[in-house]
């Protein structure tokens, strides 16, 4: 095991801090705050013939997320409907949570209710300026015991633990981790050392960091949301959903391996219905399967790209970086429709689509002065889901 993790420090980077946040029930969120009195009442929010989210009193009384709405309301009688299908206060409302979030870290934008923020700089930072920092904040996920002689091979969740729970709460071994990181933090000769060689102790600031995020973001903007911390994306994106809502979970690096293993393979990000399919005709269902397959195999079976991304993911591996990606290069409005086989129908769509797509197009103006180059229109056909498109140059001013 010693020489395993060895080999995997070599390959990782662990001295980064990751912070994942995913707003809790967002749309639904967003209806609450604008209508207070909805608070402790069961809402949902609807597009078509769907309850796309509900917040969690809903959840609470049986509804899930993207319920058809004739079965939330028979789980749920009272459950409050509200009509989604204007993002346009969802989008607001995702641009100033991800602008307070953005003033700590360097921030991805990972869809309209989340981001993936590097945070390592400002930890050091605090790292640097106050070493009182020393409990965890939230959730962890790891166990540490007292007497071992280093916080990196004594952090794993035994097999036992996570079996049953695959986390374990920092209560049960706090006084023994402020213990031996107050130590580590005395003994080392410089807070470098302490920095490359106890990323724990990083994450341990990191996440009383996200704390101050999480409550910057609900004072700022009244959204609550939950997070993950970890020293990658992987880690800290399956770390945010594992306490929900309003809270925040740490992976440690040496428990990751103990978390992952039993995990379903659909619980890694990008692994959708098809690749799941693919993988249990491997005989891959859980994590632990995929570490058995080689990364020629994986390669062989889903390219080099996907592969290299499975053979690193089964293994809590993701060297990728936080990437400001800026403004969308492209904005886009879509819509699912149950008949069209007529060059009429669909430019009734088109022309239903484009006022919200206008309107998005000024503000994107105003903010970046930017104009569209090119008109593209995407579709797919039910049954075959295969995406088909069109594009053409505009010649004319939007
Ligand atoms: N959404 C949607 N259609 C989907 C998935 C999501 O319209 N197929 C919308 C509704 C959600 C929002 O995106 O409110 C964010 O998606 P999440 O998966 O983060 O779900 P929630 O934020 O609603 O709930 P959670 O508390 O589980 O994050
Ligand atoms: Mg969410
Ligand atoms: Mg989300």
Redesign the pocket.
Known sequence: MARRLEEEEGEQDDSRVIAYF?????????EVLRRPYLQDRPVG?T?KF?V???N?VARRLGVP??APIDEAKRRCPDLVLIN?ED?TP?RAASKIIMQVLSRFGTLERR????AALDITEEVRKRFSSSINVNTFQGHLVGNVTGNAPDILSSAEASPAESETSGKVEISQSREALENRCLSLAHTASTSAEVLRRQGDFLLMVGSHLVAEMREAVEKETGYR??SGIAHNKLLAKLAC?LN??NKQTCILPSAADNFLRPLSVRKIPGVGQRMEGTLKEMGIGIVEDMQRVSVQQLCGKFGHRVGQFLYNACRGIDPTPVVDKGHAKSLSVEDSVRNCTSLHQAKDIIQSLAPDLLARLDEDKLETGRRPQAFVVKWRVQGNWMLEHKESVLWCEL
Request: aromatic share 14%; hydrophobic share 35%; with cysteine.
């Open positions: 995913d707003v809790d029930c967002f749309y639904a969120q967003a929010v597009q769907l796309v989210t509900c969690y997320k993207m989604g993002l969802y869809g309209l209710d989340e949301c939950s959903s929900k809502p």
